[in-house]
């Protein structure tokens, strides 16, 4: 195949089309990625509210999750990255550097803090503490302080063993 200017090495290499040529040229993500997941873990207390809507509709919508006094949870919080494997290193990421990242943007953010009340972003009238928004907004923090080193594909938050959410890139 004749090189292509301005176009990356991968996507003269990839753009090959199978026999039928309908075959999509695919990312060096999806072709030549490794994925790696770290879990830690952290102890909050939460409640769902509407601070808009009356007591009442809170109770009808969000159910015993809208209990004043809230509640908790021992959460689990899988963080998966993906990344082409470093031959020097061997590494998709540099643990380290994902473990400093997890350990501001998750676990101090987090661990032993009542949610609503101690996360500026989801207090009355901003985001709602489900397992939804957690997954997402942890997702979009650690893509956005890892930048460059590795790209994270997926953020699963377990509240319990019957409940987990999962947030990705799908």
Known sequence: MAPMPGRPRWARIIDARGADGESAPISPLHMFAATLTRRVRFAAAHRYRRPEWSDAKNA?????????????????????????????????????????????????????????????????????PTGENLARFIFERVAAALGTAATVTQVRVSEDDSLAVTYSTR
């Open 60 to 128: 009808e919508v969000f159910g015993a999750c809208a209990h004043p006094a809230y509640h908790g949870h021992t959460y689990v919080c899988d963080v998966t990255v993906a990344g082409p494997i470093d031959p020097m290193t061997g590494f998709v990421v540099d643990l380290g550097i994902l473990d400093r990242v997890l350990a501001t943007e998750v676990t101090t953010r987090f661990d032993h803090r009542n949610i609503n009340v101690d996360v500026p972003e989801f207090a009355d009238g901003r985001l709602v």
